[in-house]
Nanobody, 118 residues
Framework: QVQLVESGGGSVQAGGSLRLSCAVS????????VGWFRQAPGKGREAVAH????????YYADSMKGRFTISRDNAKNIVYLQMNSLRPEDTAMYYC???????????WGQGTQVTVSS
């Protein structure tokens, strides 16, 4: 049974940083790719970044490059999203998802809220 649990969200002032964690449990074959997504109130879901756990290859949405960094610790089965220079428009629920291929995500976490105040 695959399970994803996000943590690390919270409230921060603009310009601050947060590091989100996604703890992954279950079959490694089905969770090789992990992605971070976000959804702000009244808006659609937006991809932030993805990583292939086996190789560490990173993928970023163009608008997320530079401020956000995805990484993984395979010994702990955790995928991180480091977020720097946060802006009020980064306020959203952040979700991690996992699957056997890039963009093919069968498993989702419950999300962690990030709120950035100006």
């Amino acid at each position: 049974q695959v399970q994803l649990v996000e943590s690390g969200g919270g409230s921060v002032q603009a310009g601050g940083s947060l590091r989100l964690s996604c703890a992954v449990s279950g079959s490694s074959a089905n969770t090789d790719y992990v992605g971070w997504f976000r959804q702000a109130p009244g808006k659609g879901r937006e991809a932030v970044a993805h990583i292939r756990r086996l190789s560490g290859t990173e993928y970023y949405a163009d608008s997320m490059k530079g401020r956000f960094t995805i990484s993984r610790d395979n010994a702990k089965n955790i995928v991180y999203l480091q977020m720097n220079s946060l802006r009020p428009e980064d306020t959203a629920m952040y979700y991690c998802a996992s699957g056997p291929a890039l963009g093919s995500y069968n498993y989702w976490g419950q999300g962690t809220q990030v709120t950035v105040s100006s």
